[in-house]
């Protein structure tokens, strides 16, 4: 039987229309906007002033703190200027931007597509170059890697997990790169595990990606210490927590983190960014990003430079259809709506998403009937039900007790609910007020 | 492009369920039974469950728009539901004016005072039901003679007013046993009884489709039918003189209808697995002491009701697993 978590869980229409579709390089634009803070933690410092000439790779921005990352520049040319640039929220964030001339690249990049596999690098010096390389984790959480891979005093990492999951909907920028770049994903792993003295891999796949897991498969075959698991299709099992549990069969304490359990996750396209930043001295300033949607002209998958705008991504999948509706940075599920689509692509953006107009509303909410789904669908053995109520009445002790802060935001709770009641709305709102509670009773 | 991008929070998706898609699931489950009714109760079934489904519309609409002075909300279903579950509840040939009462407790007291839908504590239906019982006990005890038991009679006795009549006139069950219907014919329906629960196997039918479509899980159901066979079991063990056998208990009364149609109201049982059988079990455990002990014949309605009042309290201790929760 396939593996998979539990609780909960649901199975939202995979709608992965882009899933045939080759990745494709896209053209590099006019300019980019390079935001400072692409990860969790503190933003990164520019180095950069307006008018230094840059070429493509080179750090602009250093990393702020001990949680935070490098930033590079994904072009060459000109700083334009730095300036406040709204995020895909919307907030205002500090970028900057460059103009693009040529596309100069620097010297020690080797940009060959030839697979290098060198493993004689100790564990300080892979953890060093991911840190210059300024990876995050690129599933969407973007945890800078460097930190996540040296694990608290008396903690040790037994297991490393690949996520190749993918359970959002829509997206395929994970599974085109494991068809794509298999072998480079796996020699990423190897790093990791060495980066971190761990025996023993798994590559997590759902198995409604047959062709990536006989692919992987086939490609881990001379690994006996790392496997591909065929996981059963279930959204959220890409969730960090949820994964973890599918294969090992642990559950991550109430509060903890992976390594808790002995366990490391990271994301197949962070993987791939690891290889490249240890075999060919490329730091992070390009991904893979979907873009799709039902009404979409030509879905597709591109390989694009962090700062790019949105709307360029939009325009070559043939331009926003005469129904759009909403669009989505990321997947239906836990993505960002967002109001414009001149902010940038960054080293978190896996997929754009456009939605049809008779789609982007929500239904009208009516009287929870206490059906009980949206318990049954948690997948961190919540009660969604009791928690949207008690944050409505401000219940603080109560949103507290009944575990908010456990919440994954996966959706499952709002995505089931016959009555269409904004669950995650108000759980959301409770774990804020929340978090600023213990946060005030630390102090 | 100028257009104005619809901006909220994730999910972006929702599930095509409905509340309305759920209520009609419930109406269609409960067809097959109510086929099953006209069949061996004639015309008289349809009249009463029409009459019931209407006088519910009626007074949730009326209610709602007049003294609540809210949006009707008729078309979610549930008034159809309740209408049919107090039809199902009460003999075939009542007359029209009781149902018209008995509709409007259930909707009227049962279920628009506390709130409408969802927010009532007990069972609209049952209420309904068990205020009918109280207040016109001749009418709500007199059955219909079942045209397919071949029994020629105007009225006849249910299964287990007969058991209880015989044991309340000192007779052991070895002398009556004779006059209880069969194991088949309590199984198919030919046997007198509300308009609703006497088909045991359609019931069931109804149930597997519920089950099927994921309107109910098995929980409560089981827990129900579970511990009255475990219960009525053991009491027939101990002395099979003046208990009867768990098959009995299962197949008669409303044993089926209660623990597949009126348990199973989400609205009025506890939201997780866990609680679900607590509150099963409880109603099995009163169902049978209510039989074999209490002044009625029947006690499901009474145990549904009873444990739907204790419904809050197992949902604020009992709680889902969490997950990395340490216990």
Redesign the interface.
Known sequence: MLKTFK?GG?H??ENKISAGKSIEVLAIPKTVSIPVSQHIGAPAVALVNRGDEVKVGQVIAKSGGFVSANIHSSVSGKVKKIDIIPDSSGYPKSGIVIDVEGDEWLEKIDRSEELVKDFDLDSKEIVDKIMEAGIVGLGGATFPTHVKLVPPKGMKAEILIINGVECE?YLTSDHRLMLEKANEIVVGTRLLMKAMGIEKGYIGIENNKPDAISLLTEKTKEYPNIKVVSLKVKYPQGGE?QLI?AITGR??????LPIAVGTVVSNVGTAFAVYEAVQKNKPLFERIVTVTGKSVEKPSNFKVRIGTAVSELIEAAGG?PED?????S?G?????????TDVSVTKGTSGI?I?KDE?????ET????????C??V??????P??LMTVSQKQMWDAVEA??VM?CI?C?SC???????RPL??YI?LGKGKVGQIMRARKN | ?S?I???????????D???N??MYRVVLAMMPALAWSVFVFGFDALRVTLTAVAACIVFEYLIQKFLMKVTP?VT?G?AIITGILLAFNVPANIPWWIIIIGALVSIGIAKLSFG????NIFNPALVGRVFLLISFPVHMTSWPVNIQSGVDAVTSATPLGLIKESIKNGQVLSDVLGDVPGTMDMLLGNIGGSLGEVSALLLIVGGIYMLFRKVI?WHIPVAVLGSMAIFSGILWLVNPEIFMNPVFHLLTGGAMLGAIFMATD????????KGQIIYGVGIGIITISIRTWGAYPEGISFAILLMNAVTPLI?TYI????????K
């Not at chain 1, 239906?332 to 414009?340: E, L, S, T």
């Not at chain 2, 991008?5 to 599930?15: D, N, Y």
């Not at chain 2, 989400?266 to 697995?273: C, D, F, G």
């Open positions: 609780p649901v939202p229409p909907p927590k549990k559950e991550v304490p109430s509060g903890g926003t759009t509706g909403k669009i989505i990321g239906p599920m836990m993505g960002k709506a967002i109001a414009k998403l939605i789609e982007s509303k929500r239904r009516i009287a929870c009937i206490r059906c009980s789904k318990v049954s948690c997948p961190m053995g919540l009660e039900y009791l009944n575990k456990d935001e959706g709002s995505y089931t609910c016959p009555s269409n995650l709305d959301r | 492009m257009k991008l619809t901006v909220s929070p994730s999910p972006h998706v929702h599930s369920e409905s509340v898609k759920i909300s979610d549930s409408g839908l969802g927010n899980t989400m609205v009025t049982s506890p939201m997780t697995p949902n709680k889902p697993k969490r997950f990395g929760g340490t």
